[in-house]
């Protein structure tokens, strides 16, 4: 009889904690502050009495726990009554779960609905932090010193720009490292600073904000950061001058500045051409202004049955007659190609850009060659066209005979000079004036690395 009476107590029990087991999984979480080792209620047998015992030293000693009442019975304590804030119904259970004995808790405890008494601590914690911040000032006035004296310092190194423009290429670059060089001092003081006030985790979450940010940022402005990468290469680079004759993407100008964004050129026309760095990083450039000597080329018909070498002969002489032709290397001439009605002959020459202007030598050559062919007798035929009247009438038949001579026009083996034109040069020395300091060409070399 005994031994039923204690199976059934037994299993009694083992059901009580079984069913109690999920609503104290549901009705408490400890937190951090509670988490530990069991209380232990200093008996080797752990009674009801000694559990609430236990308890009510608990709450005595927490203020907060005042209006909580308590109860146990086999070991399942039940808390009802309110606490000031919800966050101590869920502490409550978390150190009661902990007592040593106890089996299950039935946590009924509400958060008071009282103004006055959840108020109170909330005052309470606001003054608690206003003290905390006072007390923390005289740190925080350390760490901000610390940070001011070491980007002090920082800007202080970089203030001199000789030493910086020893190293560097030109102004641009010198002023980038001077801002790099700044901005590593203030890291350096920030992080100093946080190490003072003891908040140097928070580094990590500023370099994770701020490595997003960037992000962001470098997606929004993708055009603008590939300009001034660009910008930096072609400052260091320098692939040409100020004033040179370049052809990029299909426009051409003397080039007036390099800027941080852009190249702007001064074409023939004078109008201003603005090309984004990136672009002209990754264009061709042709720079005419580089090599003082240049070549021009240009062609004329003869009529098929000329003596070629005659004419070719004849016009090269005219060209090479030109005083600013230059001797070396020498003009020459070639049979290009057969036309329709004639043969195509091709004429170069070469020129001093620094005393001739081409687009007049070239002119004056053709001028030259041609009354030199006429002059020797050479025509210089145009093309034949067949005229069909309807569609029953037959051909017309060719025009018998040679076509009365024109008279050939006065022979002039000097020619005109060719003076260079130097409206350009003057309209980009005048616009560079202006605004000097947007410029990152070097106005005293040439270009270095096209």
């Given amino acids: 009889m005994g031994s039923a009476k204690f199976a059934t107590a037994l299993a009694l029990v083992t059901g009580l904690a079984i069913c109690s087991a999920p609503v104290r999984a549901q009705d408490q979480t400890p937190l951090a502050d509670a988490a530990g080792p069991a209380i232990s209620v200093g008996a080797d047998t752990v009674s009801d009495s000694d559990i609430a015992n236990r308890i009510e030293g608990i709450m005595l000693a927490v203020p907060a726990f005042d209006d909580v009442a308590h109860d146990v019975a086999s070991g ?23 007592i040593e004995g106890v089996i299950a808790v039935e946590n009924a405890v509400e958060a008071s609905s009282d103004v006055a008494e959840r108020l109170t601590p909330a005052f309470g914690r606001i003054g608690e932090r206003f003290r905390q911040t006072v007390a923390f000032l005289p740190l925080l006035a350390i ?5 001011l004296a070491i980007s002090t310092l920082g800007w202080l190194l970089t203030r001199g720009g000789r030493a910086f423009h020893r190293i560097a ?22 992080v100093v600073a946080l190490d003072l006030i003891g908040a140097t985790a928070l580094l990590g979450t500023l370099l994770g904000a701020a490595g997003i940010i960037g992000l ?16 930096v290469m072609m400052s260091v680079r320098q692939p040409f001058s100020p004033n040179d004759l370049v052809e990029i993407e299909g426009e051409i100008g003397n080039v007036i500045r390099l800027t941080s964004r852009a190249t702007i050129l001064l074409s023939p026309d004078g109008n201003h051409v603005r090309l984004p760095n990136a672009t002209v990083f990754k264009s061709k450039i042709i720079n005419y202004t580089r090599e003082p000597q240049r070549r021009f080329v240009f062609e004329l018909g003869v009529d098929a049955d000329s003596d070629l070498a005659a004419a070719r002969g ?9 005083d600013f032709i230059l001797d070396t290397p020498p003009p020459a001439a070639w049979i290009e190609n057969v036309g329709e009605s004639n043969v195509v002959l091709q004429f170069a020459g070469w020129i001093d850009q620094r005393c001739t202007d081409y687009a007049q030598a070239r002119g004056e050559s053709i001028r030259i060659a041609k009354n030199a062919l006429e002059a020797a007798g050479f025509a210089l035929p145009e093309p034949i066209y067949r005229v069909r009247l309807d569609r029953r009438a037959a051909t017309l038949p060719s025009i018998a005979g040679t076509p009365e001579p024109r008279p050939a026009p006065p022979v002039d083996p000097v020619g005109a000079a060719a003076p260079k034109d130097d409206t350009i ?22 270009a270095k690395d096209g």
Avoid: C, M, Q
């Fill in 169 to 190: 290429p030109n102004a641009f670059i010198a002023e980038i490292l001077r801002t790099v060089i700044r901005i590593v001092f203030v890291f350096a003081g920030i």
């Fill in 143 to 147: 760490g901000l010193a610390t940070l």
């Fill in 314 to 322: 004849t016009g090269l002489a005219a060209i090479r007659a030109l």
């Fill in 216 to 231: 962001a940022v470098g997606f929004g402005v993708r055009d603008t950061i590939e300009n001034f990468v660009a910008s």
């Fill in 425 to 446: 040069e003057r309209k980009v020395d005048a616009d560079r004036r202006a605004e000097p300091a947007t410029d990152l060409l070097d106005p005293g070399g040439g």
């Fill in 76 to 98: 399942v304590v039940t808390l009802t009554g309110t606490v000031p804030e919800t966050s101590d119904i869920t502490r409550l259970g978390g150190i009661v779960g902990r």
